[in-house]
């Protein structure tokens, strides 16, 4: 197996069918390369090969990412879109520690989300989580602000200090994605 990462620009057609597929979004799955690769432009690809370069699991991290926090904006790159060609391989398991070793590496302040039903995993990957605080974010939906949708935030590599400032997120303490214009 081999880790590997991709700028959008370095993906090919084949990959990004592969990437489509694996992922399975409806809405998604007629989506164009030159489509993909603007809509996706702000992101890498982290995979997990086999020797025939086949894809075995993906991540893609999202470095168009901040939070406002407290009136502080935090810029992360966020792993999202996380899939393994076969479950109960291993594959996202190992996929997990190697972007976690390269994010550490790299010195990448990374965050991610997940749903309650998804815990397990992540806890047996070592991932820090900081339950039930992804509650507390909040994304603009026209004039309002809405729940985020997920339960909890993931630790990949983020400063002590910053990881103090999520873990003060409530009801009353909320964060905000920051979206660029």
């Known amino acids: 197996m081999k880790y590997e990462v991709k700028q959008i620009t370095e993906l090919t057609e084949t990959e990004i069918g592969h990437i489509l597929q694996l992922w399975d979004i409806s809405s998604w799955n007629s989506m164009k390369s030159d489509y993909f ?8 690809f982290h995979f997990l090969l086999d020797a025939d370069k ?8 999202n470095y168009d990412f901040v939070l406002e926090v407290s009136g502080t904006q935090l810029p992360f790159a966020e792993a999202v879109g996380l899939v393994a060609a076969q479950k109960k391989k291993g594959y996202g398991a190992k996929l997990v520690e190697y972007f976690r070793d390269y994010v550490i590496r790299n010195n990448i302040l990374a965050i991610g989300f997940c749903q309650r039903e998804l815990r397990p995993f992540y806890e047996k990957c070592n991932i820090e989580i900081l339950y039930d605080k992804g509650k507390t974010v909040k994304e603009r939906i ?11 935030i993931l630790i990949f590599n983020v400063s002590e200090k910053t990881k103090e400032q999520l873990n003060l997120l409530s009801d009353k303490n909320n964060a905000y994605l920051i979206t660029k214009e």
Do not use: Y
């Open 37 to 44: 690769r603007t809509f996706f432009k702000n992101s890498t």
């Open 54 to 61: 086949n894809i075995l699991s993906l991540i893609r991290v």
């Open 142 to 152: 026209g004039a309002e602000w809405v729940d985020a949708g997920d339960d909890d």
